[in-house]
């Protein structure tokens, strides 16, 4: 059973923007810059049954278009570091996008995740080999980097394909545009 998450896509010149962080640290796996997003809300495992019904529900009055900004680099996992993000500008309109999407899991009796919501862009995942020194001298580097900003204008659901080897494969089931 595939995984299910919702998504914003940033567009090309935002990703170019970030393509050069993407480089600097021994010990990291970079994210491919196709995979490279702004998860709205996760869902895990579903059965076709209850990602159609998720989708239905998506696609419900989503809300409007809004602007955002990526900002600053951060990490998860503070005694373990294993996942270098990006951060997002506190949005209002983006936290509504994400109850948006937890609401209609809600209706759909899905089960998401209960931490708070952080929204970021993942850039690269940690192994135990990292070069700490280089890690932190990126860390320094790039904490006050931020993007100019952009459209949100759309969301997407995607599935999950896994693969033993190499980054997941990422698969857009359906698209949700937002109003204005």
Request: charged share 25%; with cysteine; aromatic share 12%.
């Amino acid at each position: 059973m595939p995984t299910y998450f919702t998504a914003i896509k940033p567009p090309q010149d935002i990703l170019d923007a970030i393509e050069p962080l993407q480089k600097g640290i021994e010990g990291v796996t970079w994210a491919p810059r196709e995979n490279l997003h702004i998860t709205v809300g996760y869902f895990g495992a579903l059965s076709d049954e209850y990602a159609e019904m998720l989708d239905c529900e998506l696609a419900r009055a989503p809300g409007y278009g809004f602007d955002i900004s990526l900002s600053g680099v951060d990490y998860f996992g503070s005694s373990r570091p294993h996942t270098l993000w990006l951060g997002i500008k506190k949005n209002r309109a983006l936290t509504a996008l994400h109850e948006h999407v937890r609401s209609a899991a809600r209706r759909n009796h899905i089960e998401m995740e209960n931490r708070n919501y952080r929204p970021h862009l993942s850039l690269a995942y940690l192994r135990r080999d990292i070069a700490k020194d280089d890690f932190e001298r990126y860390l320094r580097r790039y904490v006050r980097f931020t993007s100019k900003p952009f459209l949100v204008d759309e969301f997407s659901l995607y599935s999950t394909q896994k693969h033993k080897n190499g980054p997941n494969t990422y698969i857009k089931e359906a698209n949700y545009p937002l109003i204005g």
